[in-house]
């Protein structure tokens, strides 16, 4: 039987649940292939509708809740920036979008965000934001550092799942 390219031999998976304001919830699963791309898919509920701010950041520390998790995970100390830009942060994902129902649906690929290697996000946290994140390019005092994304509505710590 043919296996689904996500789930080949020799891909590694990980999990994050998504917890932070009291309606914000979700649960989202990396799988990184074999290439070295990351997938992230899955769903958060809770958001009020239109852009939120997503990225890795450094730390997997919610005892402060999500204001403990430190910044964008930025190990070539880089500006903020898009996904899709050679300056960025490696934990800059952009944004996902909520529906009017207050549900984003998140399907992301990023080559920057290994389950493996010396920059590996296991152990980190992935954290939506309150606002749009700005892509490092709307002239604000924080756009090159955190995309003026706003509060820390939501947070998950990365950790590893089984890969069979
Ligand atoms: C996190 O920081 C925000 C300010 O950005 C603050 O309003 C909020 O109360 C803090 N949350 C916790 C759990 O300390
Ligand atoms: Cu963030
Ligand atoms: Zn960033």
């Not at 031999?9 to 979700?26: C, F, H, M, T």
């Not at 903020?80 to 830009?85: I, L």
Request: aromatic letters at 2%.
């Amino acid at each position: 039987m043919a296996m689904a390219a996500g789930a080949a031999k020799g891909s590694v998976k990980a999990v994050a649940l998504i917890l932070g304001d009291p309606n914000v919830r979700g649960s989202l699963q990396f799988v990184q292939d074999p290439d070295g791309a990351t997938h992230v898919r899955g769903r958060i509920t809770g958001l009020s509708p239109g852009l939120h701010g997503f990225h890795i950041h450094a730390l997997g520390d919610t005892t402060n809740g999500c204001n403990s998790t430190g910044p964008h995970f930025n190990p070539l100390k880089k500006d903020h920036g898009a996904p899709t830009d050679e300056e960025r942060h490696a934990g800059d994902l952009g944004n996902v979008v909520a529906g009017s129902d207050g549900v984003a649906d998140v399907s992301v690929n990023d080559m920057q965000i290994p389950l493996t290697g010396p920059y590996s996000i296991l152990g980190r946290a992935v954290v939506v934001h309150a606002d749009s994140d700005d892509l490092g390019k709307g002239g604000h005092q924080l756009s090159k550092t955190t995309g003026n994304a706003g509060a820390r509505v939501g947070c998950g710590i990365i950790g590893l799942q089984s890969s069979v």
